[in-house]
């Protein structure tokens, strides 16, 4: 928990721009959502102002920030000093205590000096300022920012970069939060949108590699709001990664829709059960916990990740050691309100469902690939223009849910990416949330076969009238075409006939006049 080493490292492995940096520009809203690489101190402000300036004007000029600031622990440090030690947030004192420490071994505390408050100039300007320039030093703060003070959380946070799939299945550290950024602008599908405002979108959640406020929202910053449920909904909720819906009509999420209101989320994730009163897991009870210890190193456990692919598929059926270990590891999670035999036996089937799941996908990708490979997909050969580069054109691609022109996407290759990017997508976690509608009717299984029989019927109707149709797929086109021909002849040659006889009979006719 070197600060310094853990800053050092943070900033050489930042990815700013990215490696398509050449082509996209950031619109004004990007110095928010990474103001890292792109925030500048407004210029419309200039001199040198203190502390209790702060305040004062930002209580005139952004009021509701002000009011959650005073309100929050960072506004009220001393109130933490009088608590109980029967007080659900006495664990917060001992926090303190080593947030001083640390700014102690830092120089800015003197040596039994206590921290009276974090004010704004802390976090926007330099921790422990007493004065900062307006239009020079004012920043938006960061994980570094945060992480200077709560350095074991973003030592955490940190670690998920060191995650290491057995056989490359993702790239080391992915996926997770402390590279989200990083998969955002490493997308050559994202970097290729013309619409900046559209992507901005993606911006929006995956910045956490950048600011802590998208779980601890500001300026509050609550740990307990963070530890509810509803805190994760902004992100991860939608088409392609619904945790929140499947969560909430689970059994699990029942519980927490009519009992949470009784539950203590002020209590540390350790005391959930005995102290909070949980009486079912939350997002944060099961993601942040790993063998009774709770970090933000959330990725301890990941198996399927962010979506299933047959290289994962494979390691799980094959029981490859490392993730048999992951798979103990939800067990051990799980047998906190579980038996180990109950917890193991959904885990298999719900493995089992998702190799069932890919089964049909992956048929449904060989169609369209081959499609795209015999050049018969709408348009292909006459309005197929090319994506925008850096993103290269393919069958069934994800940048076809972001980008359309013409006839690419073709409608086949969209259904398609909503099968893979989406419905299968959404049958994996409906099925690891164990909500039954999720993966099987509403949002999983029912439709992954809507989108099957599509992609089949549109395969048979674009196929019937080419050249390239495989008599080994089907036989009944070529025999029609065969018959169509002879027909043809058949048709010609009586044709002929009559044309003969009549022409005959006409010169025959005329002789005998």
């Known amino acids: 928990m070197d600060l310094k080493a853990l800053i050092k490292g943070y900033d050489q492995s930042h ?55 005073e309100n929050s622990t960072h506004g009220r440090i001393d109130s933490l000093r009088k608590l109980s030690d029967k007080d659900p947030k006495a664990y917060k004192k001992k ?6 420490q640390q ?10 000096e206590l921290l009276k408050e974090v004010s704004c100039i802390d976090c926007h300007g330099t921790i422990g300022a007493q004065k900062i320039r307006h239009d020079v030093d004012l920043h938006m703060p960061d994980r570094v920012t945060c992480g200077s003070c709560h350095v074991r959380q973003f030592a955490e946070s940190e670690s998920e970069r060191e995650q290491k799939w057995p056989n490359n299945e993702w790239p080391q550290g992915h996926p997770s939060h402390a590279v989200d950024w990083e998969a955002n602008v490493n997308l050559a599908a994202w970097a290729a949108m013309p619409q900046r405002a559209v992507a901005q979108g993606c911006d929006m959640c995956h910045y956490q590699q950048n600011r802590c406020d998208g779980c601890h929202t500001r300026h509050a910053f609550s740990v307990a709001e963070a530890r509810n449920p509803l805190s994760c909904a902004t992100c991860h909720s939608g088409v392609d990664h619904n945790e929140f819906e499947n969560y909430m009509f689970s059994k ?56 299933p692919t047959p290289e994962i598929a494979q390691g799980i059926k094959e029981k490859h050691p490392w993730y048999q270990k992951r798979k103990e590891d939800w067990i051990a999670t799980c ?17 089992q469902a998702i190799f069932e799941g890919l089964q049909v996908q992956l048929e449904a990708k060989k169609v369209i690939e081959d499609l795209y490979k015999d050049g018969l997909l709408v348009g292909q050969k006459t309005n197929r223009p090319a994506p925008p580069p850096p993103e290269k054109d393919a069958p069934g691609a994800f940048y076809q849910l972001f980008w359309a022109k013409g006839n690419n996407p073709s409608h086949v290759e969209r259904v398609y990416a909503n099968m893979w990017e989406h419905d299968m997508i959404q049958h994996y976690k409906g099925v690891m949330h164990a909500n039954p509608g999720g993966f099987t009717y509403s949002a999983g299984w029912g439709v992954l076969l809507e989108r099957y029989t599509e992609i089949m019927d549109e395969n048979t109707r674009l196929r019937s009238g080419s050249s390239h149709y495989s008599e080994e797929n089907d036989s009944l086109p070529k025999t029609f075409s065969k018959m169509k021909w002879l027909i043809g002849i058949l048709s010609s040659s009586v044709g002929a006939v009559m044309l003969s006889s009549n022409f005959i009979s006409r010169i025959i006719g005329k002789r005998k006049k």
Request: hydrophobic letters at 30%; aromatic letters at 14%; charged letters at 20%.
């Open 95 to 100: 926090e303190l205590a080593e947030i001083e």
């Open 103 to 112: 700014l102690r071994s830092a120089g800015i505390l003197k040596k039994t």
């Open 252 to 307: 699990h999420g029942t519980v927490f829709q009519t009992q949470g209101k009784n539950w203590n989320f002020d209590v540390p994730l350790k005391d959930a059960i005995t102290k909070g009163g949980y009486t079912a897991p939350t997002c944060a009870s099961c993601h942040f916990e790993y063998h009774g210890e709770y970090s933000h190193n959330l990725v301890r456990k990941v198996r399927w990740a962010f979506n």
């Open 335 to 351: 047998s906190a309100c579980h038996s180990p035999r109950f917890a193991g036996d959904w885990l298999d089937t719900a493995d």
């Open 15 to 69: 990815p700013a721009k990215g490696k398509y940096a050449q082509y996209w520009e950031p619109i004004p809203m990007e110095r928010y959502w990474n103001p890292k690489t792109f925030y500048h101190p407004p210029q419309a402000i200039k001199g040198e102002f203190g502390r209790t300036d702060c305040i004062s004007c930002h209580k005139t000029v952004t009021p509701g920030v002000v009011h959650a600031w």
